[in-house]
């Protein structure tokens, strides 16, 4: 079953933050440099990098989306519900503000750990995973190791079944690294393959699910070259290809190896694709949507690249097909040797963890603060609230609670307020001192009940 990312004009009308290379004048956003401080060109107008304000802003849409997409799993429980606490009930819901970096964030609810199909986890866990790539990177240059980056792909198409390539992928990973002919030609080139970390990831475009692994494969030896590594990689993946029952990888672009340039390039960014740079590009238009992008097009009613609908089954078909995988694989020994002080954690482990240990406590949200919170969508404008500060923090949740109230919304429709049940997008997107502003221009009337009639 597959979907064909249509080519027409659907969603011509961009989403906040999200931009292609050449509509900037379509797209620019007068308050973007006041949040990013250097985000716009300002000889054309394209923005060029998003701040974090907005970056998180959109990891909350997104989960609003996978929420409802996925009622009932875990996910869907993660960021809404309080956490339990053995022997004691449920955790209270608190924000925090970090001490080092000045991030705000919640402490207190439910976490789902699961980075394939969760925007709020992903971020975080991503985060930890990149820094981990980063020192491996750094601690093999220092041991004297050559490090390369492969990257391993099959021919696919429209037809293809996400579920049975995945198992036949992982089949050819298994007899790829068993490969008696892939150990005799190391031999014979005289390489020693100290270990290697794997990563899957994938993609959705015209030819249908493109699923792939990118390698950072680590040598003894500095001075070997990428040749060798594409001469002994080619030949094994093909080989394991083949055995799986996949088709003949392409003989060029089935496996391709780069030095360790473009391995470092890729451990400082692995996990931030979707988050620093933009959802729409001519590079994104090319290689295809990634699952983010499929929670896009289902978040805006459509993409110039896919509608809503076959996007939102599409994800839907992903996320039960990636669960239970791991997006990064360390080879057995490889970790002790690139870093003997590092405590390795699980992703639960990482996202149950506080952000910052020397966080300051602003606010322990009530019940009603926090129903509030959801039904307006502002779960990211309440933590740039509070890295504002805790004085701008109490009157922003003040102002949700009571715009949240029964007979004050119904009432703020009527006085052409933002009106209805969540605080509107353009609104959300803003930085905050524009959204203060809008708060302030358009206070809602206090919620006292009208004498009933009769």
């Known amino acids: 079953m597959g979907y064909g990312i249509a080519s027409d004009n659907r969603g011509a009308q961009r989403p906040l933050g999200i931009v292609t290379e050449n509509s900037a004048t379509s797209t620019f956003n007068p308050y973007f440099d006041a949040v990013s401080g250097d985000g716009i060109d300002r000889s054309t107008g394209e923005i060029l990098a998003r701040s974090p304000q907005a970056a998180r802003a959109e990891r909350w849409a997104l989960k609003s989306v996978v929420n409802k997409l996925l009622s009932g799993d875990r996910v869907?429980?993660?960021?809404?519900?309080?956490?339990?606490?053995?022997?004691?009930?449920?955790?209270?819901?608190e924000v925090h503000k970090g001490h080092t970096h000045g991030k705000a964030f919640y402490h207190g609810l439910m976490s789902c750990g699961l980075p394939w199909v969760c925007p709020v986890c992903a971020?975080?866990?991503?985060?930890?995973?990149?820094?981990?790539?980063?020192?491996?990177?750094?601690?093999?240059?220092?041991?004297?190791?050559?490090v390369h980056f492969v990257t391993l792909t099959?021919?696919?198409?429209?037809?293809?079944?996400?579920?049975?390539?995945?198992?036949?992928?992982?089949?050819?990973?298994?007899?790829?690294?068993?490969?008696?002919?892939?150990?005799?030609?190391?031999?014979?080139c005289e390489v020693e393959i100290v270990g290697y970390i794997r990563a899957q990831e994938v993609t959705y475009g015209d030819n249908g699910w493109h699923p792939h692994y990118h390698l950072l494969v680590f040598t003894k030896e500095a001075t070997c070259g990428s040749s060798v590594i594409q001469y002994l990689y080619s030949g094994a993946w093909r080989r394991a290809?083949?055995?799986?029952?996949?088709?003949?990888?392409?003989?060029?672009?089935?496996?391709?190896?780069?030095?360790?340039?473009?391995?470092?390039?890729?451990?400082?960014?692995?996990?931030?694709?979707?988050?620093?740079?933009?959802?729409h590009t001519k590079k994104a238009k090319r290689h295809g949507l990634t699952p983010w992008g499929l929670l896009r097009a289902v978040l805006d009613g459509g993409s110039p690249e896919i509608a809503a609908e076959p996007a939102a089954a599409l994800f839907r078909l992903y996320a039960?097909?990636?669960?239970?995988?791991?997006?990064?694989?360390?080879?057995?020994?490889?970790?002790?040797?690139?870093?003997?002080?590092?405590?390795?954690?699980?992703?639960?482990?990482?996202?149950?963890?506080?952000?910052?240990?020397?966080?300051?406590?602003?606010?322990?949200?009530?019940?009603e603060q926090w129903r509030s919170i959801r039904r307006a969508r502002a779960e990211a404008s309440v933590l740039d609230a509070a890295e504002a500060g805790k004085p701008v923090l109490e009157v922003v949740l003040s102002h949700i609670v009571r715009r949240q109230s029964g007979d004050a919304v119904r009432d703020a429709r009527d006085e052409r307020t933002h009106g209805g049940a969540a605080l509107p997008l353009d609104v959300l997107d803003a930085p905050l001192d524009v959204r203060l502003a809008d708060i302030f221009r358009h206070p809602p009337p206090d919620p006292v009940r009208k004498p009933r009639s009769g």
């Open 154 to 188: 099959i021919p696919h198409g429209i037809g293809d079944d996400l579920h049975d390539t995945l198992a036949r992928l992982s089949d050819a990973l298994k007899r790829m690294s068993s490969d008696n002919t892939f150990r005799r030609h190391k031999a014979q």
């Open 241 to 279: 290809c083949l055995k799986a029952g996949l088709p003949e990888p392409h003989p060029v672009y089935g496996c391709t190896v780069q030095d360790g340039a473009h391995a470092a390039r890729y451990a400082s960014k692995w996990g931030i694709e979707d988050e620093m740079t933009k959802g």
């Open 320 to 367: 039960h097909a990636f669960k239970g995988r791991r997006q990064l694989h360390w080879s057995v020994g490889l970790r002790a040797i690139l870093l003997p002080e590092a405590v390795e954690l699980s992703d639960q482990q990482i996202v149950e963890r506080p952000e910052d240990e020397r966080a300051v406590l602003l606010a322990e949200l009530t019940t």
């Open 76 to 93: 869907s429980k993660c960021m809404v519900l309080r956490a339990p606490i053995p022997n004691q009930g449920l955790a209270p819901i």
């Open 123 to 146: 971020a975080k866990i991503a985060e930890r995973r990149r820094g981990e790539l980063e020192s491996a990177v750094e601690s093999a240059k220092g041991n004297g190791f050559g």
